[in-house]
């Protein structure tokens, strides 16, 4: 499986984005996919995951703001982040591993490129 993240941009607090996940390969519908972000001097951070029935889950920070989806038809996982704060600026990364979500992200086996997002005050 391979994945491109896109999406990424600046917004101002308060504002929204979308991410997209694109991923190759014919079984992609059966991975769960996992959203990861990382700000710089800092340690990877699970953001949200969902499995291969559209089960969710979301890190504490972004609950309730973010809502992770998939279209297993186009082979893509979306991220819509809405009500940005500047502490969710970072790369974002997508990664898809076979079974469930996590948000341990050495479980997973496969990674996007990483896209930036800068959420000025």
């Known amino acids: 499986v391979q994945l491109q993240a896109s999406g990424g941009g600046l917004v101002q607090a308060g504002g929204s984005l979308r991410l997209s996940c694109a991923a190759s390969g014919r079984t992609f519908s059966s991975y769960a996919v996992g959203w990861f972000r990382q700000a710089p001097g800092k340690e990877r951070q699970f953001v949200a995951a969902?499995?291969?029935?559209?089960?969710?889950i979301y890190a504490d920070s972004v609950n309730g703001r973010f809502t992770v989806s998939r279209d297993n038809a186009k082979n893509t996982v979306y991220l819509q982040m809405n009500s940005l704060k500047p502490e969710d600026t970072a790369v974002y990364y997508c990664?898809?591993?076979?079974?469930?979500?996590?948000?341990?992200?050495?479980?997973?086996?496969?990674w996007g490129q990483g896209t930036q997002v800068t959420v000025s005050s």
């Open positions: 969902i499995n291969w029935r559209s089960g969710t």
């Open positions: 990664a898809a591993r076979k079974g469930e979500e996590t948000g341990t992200y050495y479980l997973y086996g496969y």
